[in-house]
């Protein structure tokens, strides 16, 4: 064998987008056929998560929502070509990308998922904190706002006298 490659099955990881025609129970059906074609084509599936129905950007099919599904699998690389003309061929599912990837913890996963979610937390507080800033500020010109009775007597104070050119 080689130097530069190991004796390790490849580690894959697989995201695909499904039409929200479907109901999130009739997706599940999907998740579980596009799981099938995996083990299927003598692939390991070691991760599975769902992210739930997103708005695209832009149109993928006259669709404007999709359900989203993370995948990881183990799989030899000579069985990625027919996962991928499988993927191609089913109509159920708008977009898929399969990606090469280092195996990861269920530790690991779990560590990564904590940032996400401190990062999250911290913008958050962030934005509050820019929210409570932009309201003393606008407080601050309230507060600078004269009165119309004094605005009308300062007025009247300047009509009043003879320099006015």
Request: charged residues 30%; proline residues 0%.
């Given at each position: 064998m080689a130097k530069n490659k190991?004796?390790?099955i490849p580690h894959y990881e697989l995201l695909?987008?499904?039409?929200?025609k479907y109901s999130e129970e009739e997706s599940k059906n999907v998740v579980k056929t596009a799981h099938k074609i995996i083990t299927d084509n003598k692939g390991d599936i070691t991760y599975s998560e769902e992210w739930g129905k997103k708005k695209f950007a832009y149109p993928i099919s006259h669709f404007h929502y999709?359900?989203?599904f993370l995948t990881e699998f183990n799989c030899l690389g000579e069985n990625i070509n027919k996962i991928n003309k499988d993927f191609r061929l089913s109509s159920?599912?708008?977009r898929y990308m399969i990606v090469a990837k280092k195996l990861r913890s269920k530790e690991e996963i779990k560590a990564e998922k904590t940032r996400e979610e401190k990062k999250i937390i911290e913008k958050i507080k962030e934005e509050k904190?820019?929210?409570k800033v932009i309201d003393k500020k606008e407080d601050k010109k309230v507060k600078q706002?004269?009165?119309t009775k004094e605005l009308d007597e300062k007025l009247d104070k300047i009509l009043e006298t003879d320099d006015l050119l």
């Open positions: 190991s004796a390790e695909f987008i499904i039409s929200n999709g359900y989203y159920e599912i708008l904190k820019e929210s706002k004269v009165d």
